[in-house]
Every structure is written in C-alpha cells, then in structure tokens.
C-alpha cells in the first residue's frame, strides 16, 4: 500500500494555502472529477468552538474552497453528538457560523442525524450486526475527507482518522451499544462511509486528557494525505505516542488498512513539526465511561438499564458533566 502526504507549517502558510498546496501535492484530481460528490466530516463534538476538541472552523471553511476547485458538489456535516447527553449539531452549525457560510458559499450543511439511513450489516467475533448509516454517506458521495484534530482519548487513547468516522453514526445510542465492539466497527463505518482522504487540523492538539477536556497544545502544522491510515500512522508520530499502544490502530494496521511507514511518501522530515509529547493519563472519574466502553456487561449498565440515571447522577456529584 502506497500513500502520500503533505504537511506544512501554519507559521509560514495560511490554512487557503497550506491546504490548497496539500491537495496538490496529492494529486486529489486523480481521486475527485468535476461531477463527484465530496462530504467533508469535521471533529465538531462540542456546542461552541474549543481549541484542540475541535476542527477550526476557519479550517473547515479554508478546506471547502480549496475543494471547490475540484468540484462543486459539496456537503459538509456531523452528527448530533453528547453521547448520553444528546444535544444538536443544528446548533453548532449556527454558533460556529458554518450554516451561514455554507448558505453563502453553496455548500449543503447537513445534520446526519436528520437524513434518510441505510442499514449495512457485518459480522465480527461470531455475531451479526445492523447498523443504520446516512443512505447520503452510502449511496450518494464518492469519497468522504475527514478533518480530525490530534487530540488524546481517554476511551480509545487517541482521536484521529478512523475514530473521527464514529460521529458518522446518526443515532448516538447506537454509538454506545457498540463501544465494547468499537475496534471493527469503526473499520465497517470508514468502509461504508467511502473515508479516504485527510486534512488533519494540527493548529491545536489536546493532551492529558478527551476527547473533551485536556490541555490545549499550540502545535501550528496541517497535514494532507490520500489515506486515512497514513494520516493515523504519522501524526501518531508526531504525538510521540507509539501506534502499537493504540488498539484500534493496531487492528486496523493487522487489516491492511495502514501502509508502512517506507510506503508512506512525505514532502518534509516531521521531527521539525515535533512538539511536547502527548500523554493520557485517566483520573479516577474517568474509569466507569472507560469500562462501559470496553464491557457489554458495563455498557448496558451504564446507559440502557434501568439504573443508569441514578448511576450518572451519582458521578455528577463528584465530576462535572461534559455539557
């Protein structure tokens, strides 16, 4: 597997041209005609902007019109996110300011959440499932580019590439019935979602702890790349958290869907983009999300049993929620 990559400082370059320079550099008119349509899927788990949570909005909008040399037919969204506390990516679009912009620019803004879905179905470990998937995402585009942030999580260690795809789920229920089964299913969603390319915001990152709260690091880079696997394996790197320490990543990796580092061609060495190192550590308040993320015993408890609002309100009084 071979792949390429462009990574830049946002010191010298601008996020227009940094991105624009990086779509070149990979060649994305071999992957995107005139006619095609292409979904950008931003990190945007949270109801206001926060710098190393999510994807800047400047970025969103700089990667918009660098693709709108390509083509046309653009849309861009999320899900509605919050986990066990729902709230509406409808609201993020007016606070950020990106329904306005897409309203201005053409561009169809759309919440996953609300769209018409088609079931993909898959097995893993001896059992069949069903998930319902935006029949846009499906049917309708031809390649999906994901705009994550480098960022550390306390459930799946980081939040990258792959995982970004997880808010491609529209019913966030859905999301936490399959945690403890996360590692292949977040691989069928990337599949089915036809996730391809990356513009990684490297603007900020978030270290200690996420995907929510953490210490914001000024890292002032972007990268572009043809493959999601690479833009894992590389800004793994540069996080200076080994990708064998991640475990989706590594199944990924054993399923052929990160190449190499040698098969990886890249226009600048990354020890010269190298910062602080990235490092999780878990408090005490973040171990009952982390065992029903890996448990079905757990998760069931923790978000479909008949205590598991008794069970949030008991944490609430000693860690203040998310939202």
Request: with cysteine; charged share 20%; net charge neutral.
């Amino acid at each position: 597997m071979k792949a390429k990559a462009y990574i830049t400082s946002l010191d010298d370059h601008s996020y227009a041209d940094a991105i624009s320079s990086g779509l070149e550099r990979i060649d994305f008119s071999r992957l995107v005609g005139p006619s095609d349509k292409i979904f950008l899927k931003p990190n945007l788990t949270f109801p206001t902007y926060r710098q190393g949570v999510m994807t800047n909005p400047q970025a969103l909008r700089s990667a918009i019109m660098a693709i709108k040399e390509y083509t046309n037919h653009i849309y861009i969204g999320d899900s509605d996110s919050g986990g066990y506390n729902r709230f509406s990516m409808d609201e993020v679009y007016q606070e950020t300011g990106l329904g306005q912009f897409a309203k201005e620019n053409g561009v169809q803004i759309v919440n996953l959440s609300s769209l018409d879905t088609k079931a993909i179905e898959f097995s893993y470990r001896n059992r069949q499932f069903q998930l319902n998937l935006p029949r846009l995402l499906t049917d309708e585009i031809d390649l999906l580019v994901t705009m994550p942030v480098p960022k550390v999580h306390m459930n799946t260690t980081v939040s990258l590439t792959f995982k970004n795809q997880w808010g491609c789920i529209p019913e966030p229920s859905d999301r936490l019935r399959l945690h403890p089964y996360f590692q292949h299913v977040v691989l069928e969603v990337n599949r089915a979602v036809k996730a391809s390319t990356a513009i990684i915001d490297g603007t900020y990152g978030l270290t200690v702890s996420g995907p929510l709260r953490g210490k914001a690091v000024q890292l002032n880079w972007l990268m572009v790349t043809d493959n999601i696997g690479a833009g894992a394996r590389l800004t793994c790197e540069l996080m200076q958290i080994p990708m064998a320490k991640v475990r989706h990543l590594r199944y990924a990796e054993r399923q052929g869907h990160i190449p190499e580092r040698h098969n990886i061609e890249l226009n600048e060495d990354l020890t010269k983009f190298l910062k602080e190192e990235f490092a999780l550590k878990r408090t005490w308040t973040d171990y009952p999300g982390y065992l029903a993320f890996n448990g079905r015993f757990f998760a069931y408890l923790a978000y479909f049993s008949p205590v598991s609002e008794i069970l949030h309100r008991l944490l609430y009084l000693v860690r203040e929620p998310f939202y």
